[in-house]
């Protein structure tokens, strides 16, 4: 009972930025956490960064300090900045959202990146 649909994807160049975003709608009173995933050809899809149930972030690894996952005032849009790019980060990414109490998920459609070498 959670939308999610993400927007901001699209083609740039190595070092370059992109801020992609997740307007959320339904029941959302009962998520309790929301995070990125992507996933690249021949991969699997992979955690990014997340806003976790007790209000903390998690952060892959390869993109600490160079993502930033962020949420609107109203609680409505979640936003990934993504700084200094890298080819490996070309992925289509999914917004996510899990719902209280037995963990249900619910994923959006996602928005292709492409970072050019």
């Known amino acids: 009972q959670v939308q999610l649909v993400e927007s901001g994807g699209g083609l740039v160049q190595a070092g370059g930025s992109l801020r992609l975003s997740c307007a959320a709608s339904?029941?959302?009173?009962?998520?309790?956490?929301m995070g990125w995933y992507r996933q690249a050809p021949g991969k699997q899809r992979e955690l990014v960064a997340a806003?976790?149930?007790?209000?903390?972030?998690n952060y892959q690894d390869s993109v600490k300090g160079r993502f930033t996952i962020s949420r609107d005032n109203a609680k409505t849009t979640v936003y990934l900045q993504m700084n200094s790019l890298k080819p490996e980060d070309t992925a289509r990414y999914y917004c996510?959202?899990?719902?209280?109490?037995?963990?249900?998920?619910?994923w959006g459609q996602g928005t292709q990146v492409t970072v050019s070498s």
């Open positions: 996510n959202a899990k719902t209280a109490p037995h963990r249900n998920d619910y």
């Open positions: 806003l976790t149930s007790g209000g903390g972030t």
């Open positions: 339904g029941s959302l009173s009962s998520v309790t956490a």
